[in-house]
């Protein structure tokens, strides 16, 4: 069986839902990379995160489910100040933070200094610190 990559995870919880789910729909599937990530998450981005690894017969039925789970979070989250669900988790530019970050990494060598993330929307461009969740009633009035 010729395996390949259907998607890279940055967390372990991420990916065995979405493993668990491709279960479900008798595809088989496992996790590359996963326990060295779990156990030294600093190596996640030299590894390039966790693998989620399918059967190349199976890439069609698998993106079929990824692309519907995807639709599903994303409207389940959305702007609090616009309502959009066109919204993602970021690495910010604008946050202060992160430029002292960037000037101290390069006075001082190479030295990681966390970086801090935030949600952004692209519709209003305005950056926040959490998202909207919507409960179930709220995603089914808006259908």
């Not at 979405?18 to 590894?47: F, S």
């Not at 639709?71 to 530019?93: G, L, Q, V």
């Given at each position: 069986m010729d395996f390949i990559i259907l998607e890279t995870f940055d967390n372990y919880i991420d990916a065995h839902l979405m493993m668990g789910r491709l279960e479900e729909a008798g595809i088989k599937c496992w996790l590359k990379d996963e326990d060295t990530i779990t156990?030294?998450?600093m190596l996640?981005?030299?590894?390039?995160?966790?693998k989620l690894m399918i059967n190349k017969n199976d890439i069609d039925d698998a993106n079929k489910i990824l692309n519907e789970l995807k639709e599903i979070k994303r409207k389940s989250f959305a702007c609090p100040y616009c309502s959009s669900h066109?919204?993602?988790y970021i690495t910010s530019s604008?946050?202060?933070?992160?430029?002292i970050s960037s000037i101290l990494t390069w006075l001082m060598g190479s030295?990681?200094?966390g970086i801090k993330q935030t949600w952004r929307c692209?519709?209003?461009?305005k950056e926040f610190d959490e998202p909207v969740e919507l409960n179930k009633e709220d995603l089914n009035m808006s259908e």
């Amino acid at each position: 069986m010729d395996f390949i990559i259907l998607e890279t995870f940055d967390n372990y919880i991420d990916a065995h839902l979405m493993m668990g789910r491709l279960e479900e729909a008798g595809i088989k599937c496992w996790l590359k990379d996963e326990d060295t990530i779990t156990l030294a998450p600093m190596l996640g981005n030299a590894l390039g995160g966790i693998k989620l690894m399918i059967n190349k017969n199976d890439i069609d039925d698998a993106n079929k489910i990824l692309n519907e789970l995807k639709e599903i979070k994303r409207k389940s989250f959305a702007c609090p100040y616009c309502s959009s669900h066109n919204i993602e988790y970021i690495t910010s530019s604008r946050k202060t933070g992160n430029i002292i970050s960037s000037i101290l990494t390069w006075l001082m060598g190479s030295y990681a200094i966390g970086i801090k993330q935030t949600w952004r929307c692209f519709n209003c461009n305005k950056e926040f610190d959490e998202p909207v969740e919507l409960n179930k009633e709220d995603l089914n009035m808006s259908e």
